[in-house]
Antibody
Framework: QVQLVQSGAEVKLPGASVRVSCKASGYGFTSHAFDWVRQAPGQGLEWMGWMNPENGNTDYAQKFQGRLTLTRDTSISTTYMELTGLRSDDTAVYYC????????????????WGQGTLVTVSS | SYELTQPPSVSVSPGQTAIITCSGDKLGNQYTSWYQKKPGQSPLLVIFQDTMRPSGIPDRFSGSNSGNTATLTIAGTQPMDEADYFCQAWDGNIVFGTGTSVTVL
């Protein structure tokens, strides 16, 4: 069965960087895109960026341009999200999600999600 | 940037119908998906392509989309359906709705 397993919770100081991993299993790693979505306490879902694991192409939400980097290691079916220059308002649960792109219908949605990784930014 | 607006909260009695709306400019021209989010759990896809249910999602969940509004309907709402619900669309960028908290009283 499809599974996305993320790395554990992190506590970081303001200004630091964090890297969260997401290991995929149960399907072909390069067959679907990976997206990262976060949810701050009491807030909604916020899309951060997207990566094509086949060629490493990425696209980031404008809000995260310059701070967010998505990478992957195809040999271990793992994708990574690195966020730099952390601030207190980056405290959130970060999710990886498997993207389903239907070019014929012009739709994109997420059918499987990781369990989430809590990142706390505090001095 | 494109925005999707949902009512902050919806209350429903057990067994009744919950209707959650998602409004955006010409939203009917795009496909909408819906996710259920319970505290401490990952989001769960309940509707994609406006009306389609993934395998394992009960048929009490249904969706529609026309004009500027997409709608998620939960018929015969059960206490286990109490959660936050988010709509999502794609116009070249992923957009999530503001979220609706469904309370089953």
């Amino acid at each position: 069965q499809v599974q996305l397993v993320q790395s554990g919770a992190e506590v970081k100081l303001p200004g630091a960087s964090v890297r969260v991993s997401c290991k995929a299993s149960g399907y072909g790693f390069t067959s679907h895109a990976f997206d990262w979505v976060r949810q701050a306490p009491g807030q909604g879902l916020e899309w951060m960026g997207w990566m094509n694991p086949e060629n490493g192409n990425t696209d980031y939400a404008q809000k995260f341009q310059g701070r967010l980097t998505l990478t992957r290691d195809t040999s271990i079916s793992t994708t990574y999200m690195e966020l730099t220059g952390l601030r207190s308002d980056d405290t959130a649960v970060y999710y990886c999600a498997r993207g389903v792109y239907d070019s014929g219908n012009g739709q994109y949605y997420f059918d499987y999600w990781g369990q989430g990784t809590l990142v706390t930014v505090s001095s | 940037s494109y925005e999707l607006t949902q009512p902050p909260s919806v209350s429903v009695s057990p067994g009744q119908t919950a209707i959650i709306t998602c409004s955006g400019d010409k939203l009917g021209n795009q496909y909408t998906s819906w996710y259920q989010k319970k505290p401490g759990q990952s989001p769960l896809l309940v509707i994609f392509q406006d009306t389609m249910r993934p395998s394992g999602i009960p048929d009490r969940f249904s969706g529609s989309n026309s004009g500027n509004t997409a709608t998620l309907t939960i018929a015969g709402t059960q206490p286990m359906d109490e959660a936050d619900y988010f709509c999502q669309a794609w116009d070249g960028n992923i957009v999530f709705g503001t979220g609706t908290s469904v309370t089953v009283l």
